[in-house]
């Protein structure tokens, strides 16, 4: 295995393909119209529902929160608001504080909580298919429905984390899926003087960072029969060789060891909560993972390969044809095993 690393770069995380730090308006509604899309999974949590999983995630985080009324929350790369509003909540009387470097994400997230008007998003937005339109304008709708009662709850606050200046005095913290972009120890050293002592921060982190109680290579849409065959398929052409070498595909280098070593040299004391299962279907794979996966597996190989407009659109049309021809394969249709990925949760508790 691979050493420890204290981050994930863009080359580490795949399956979602670059950072989400980009700073355009159609970054943040192609963010929230990516997870409404997705296909939805069940969460026990405050209630029996269908949840997309970034919404799911951050309920999950949420819920082993020890919220109580008046407390102060700090949300760590709060993104689009979604997290805050799963703290909220549960319980609305608690102030969160949502810190992002994303500027067009606050941007968004200020909209859905009732305190922007949103013109500019509203106006880009009318530049998207009507179907996408309708999906997040319905969506916009119920989330600044359910927003409104619990708007002055909720601070949002453009920058980086690591180097803000935050007044201090917070009983807890939260962070859905940030802590592997941001770093392990980028996040614990600034968090230490900003949480009060045996204050508890739950974060969430990907099975890419961070190999806990379920083994990718087992279980890992990544690795499934599917994907095998599209990517031998392809691998036939010259143009694409060594594209069926999924060993370097990204594999996580930490273990719940190493990073309870590392957040206890910064102070604090982290466990391992639980590990939650997404389950992704077949058109969620296609859609959304194979391209990424061969562009991975392409820059592995040539990091310096920067493609063409018309190569792009011929990578694309390649990839097509692999997966119309691997659908006819019955074979690579029966894996049951790798249809997950994992999401990780800790608790890490400052120690006074």
Same mark, same amino acid.
């Given at each position: 295995m691979?050493? #420890? !690393?204290? $981050?994930?770069?863009?080359?580490?995380?795949?399956?979602?393909?670059?950072?989400?730090?980009?700073?355009?308006?159609?970054?943040?509604?192609? &963010?929230?119209?990516?997870?409404?899309?997705?296909?939805?999974?069940?969460?026990?949590n405050?209630?029996?529902?269908?949840?997309?999983?970034?919404?799911?995630?951050s309920?999950?985080a %949420?819920?082993?929160?020890?919220?109580?009324?008046?407390?102060?929350?700090?949300?760590?790369?709060?993104?689009?608001?979604? !997290?805050?509003?799963?703290?909220?909540?549960?319980? #609305?009387?608690?102030? +969160?504080?949502?810190v992002?470097?994303?500027?067009? *994400?606050?941007?968004?997230? $200020? &909209?859905?909580?009732? =305190?922007?008007?949103?013109?500019?998003?509203?106006?880009?937005?009318?530049?998207?298919?009507?179907?996408?339109?309708?999906?997040?304008? %319905? &969506?916009?709708?119920?989330?600044?429905?359910?927003?409104?009662?619990?708007?002055?709850?909720?601070?949002?606050?453009?920058?980086?984390?690591?180097a803000?200046?935050i007044?201090?005095?917070?009983?807890?913290?939260?962070?859905?899926?940030?802590?592997?972009?941001?770093?392990?120890?980028? !996040?614990?050293?600034?968090?230490? #003087?900003?949480?009060?002592?045996?204050?508890? /921060? +739950?974060?969430t982190?990907?099975?890419? /960072?961070? $190999?806990?109680?379920?083994?990718?290579?087992?279980?890992?849409?990544?690795?499934?029969?599917?994907?095998?065959?599209?990517?031998?398929?392809l691998?036939?052409?010259?143009?694409?060789?060594?594209?069926?070498?999924?060993? !370097?595909l990204?594999?996580?280098?930490?273990?719940?060891?190493?990073?309870?070593?590392?957040?206890?040299?910064?102070? /604090?004391?982290?466990?391992?909560?639980?590990?939650?299962?997404? *389950?992704?279907?077949?058109?969620?794979l296609?859609?959304? &993972?194979?391209?990424?996966?061969v562009?991975?597996?392409?820059?592995?190989?040539?990091?310096?390969?920067?493609?063409?407009?018309? =190569?792009?659109?011929?990578?694309?049309?390649?990839?097509?044809?692999?997966?119309?021809?691997a659908? =006819?394969?019955?074979? %690579?249709?029966?894996?049951?095993?790798?249809? *997950?990925?994992?999401?990780?949760?800790?608790?890490?508790?400052?120690?006074?």
């Amino acid at each position: 295995m691979a050493s #420890p !690393t204290h $981050r994930l770069g863009n080359s580490d995380y795949t399956g979602m393909g670059k950072s989400p730090y980009q700073n355009k308006r159609s970054d943040a509604l192609n &963010y929230d119209l990516r997870n409404i899309t997705t296909t939805t999974i069940v969460i026990r949590n405050p209630a029996n529902r269908m949840l997309p999983p970034h919404e799911a995630c951050s309920h999950w985080a %949420a819920g082993h929160l020890p919220l109580k009324e008046g407390q102060r929350v700090l949300d760590i790369g709060g993104g689009t608001g979604i !997290t805050a509003a799963a703290v909220l909540e549960r319980n #609305p009387g608690v102030h +969160v504080v949502s810190v992002e470097k994303n500027k067009a *994400y606050v941007e968004l997230a $200020r &909209y859905k909580f009732n =305190q922007r008007d949103g013109k500019k998003l509203l106006a880009e937005l009318a530049g998207y298919p009507g179907d996408e339109q309708a999906l997040l304008g %319905a &969506y916009f709708s119920q989330f600044r429905s359910n927003t409104k009662p619990v708007s002055c709850h909720v601070k949002f606050i453009v920058g980086d984390f690591t180097a803000r200046k935050i007044k201090p005095g917070f009983d807890l913290a939260v962070a859905n899926q940030s802590v592997h972009w941001i770093g392990v120890s980028e !996040t614990f050293e600034p968090l230490y #003087p900003l949480l009060n002592n045996g204050g508890s /921060f +739950v974060w969430t982190t990907a099975s890419h /960072f961070v $190999r806990a109680d379920f083994d990718p290579d087992r279980y890992s849409m990544r690795y499934n029969d599917f994907t095998r065959k599209v990517l031998d398929i392809l691998s036939k052409s010259p143009d694409f060789p060594h594209m069926n070498d999924l060993s !370097t595909l990204s594999r996580p280098s930490n273990s719940v060891k190493s990073i309870q070593k590392l957040t206890e040299a910064k102070g /604090f004391k982290t466990r391992h909560l639980k590990t939650e299962l997404i *389950y992704y279907d077949l058109s969620i794979l296609i859609k959304d &993972y194979i391209p990424v996966f061969v562009d991975s597996l392409i820059k592995a190989r040539n990091p310096d390969f920067k493609p063409s407009p018309e =190569q792009k659109e011929d990578i694309g049309r390649r990839v097509q044809d692999a997966v119309a021809q691997a659908l =006819q394969d019955r074979a %690579a249709l029966s894996d049951l095993n790798h249809k *997950y990925d994992f999401v990780i949760i800790f608790e890490s508790k400052k120690i006074g």
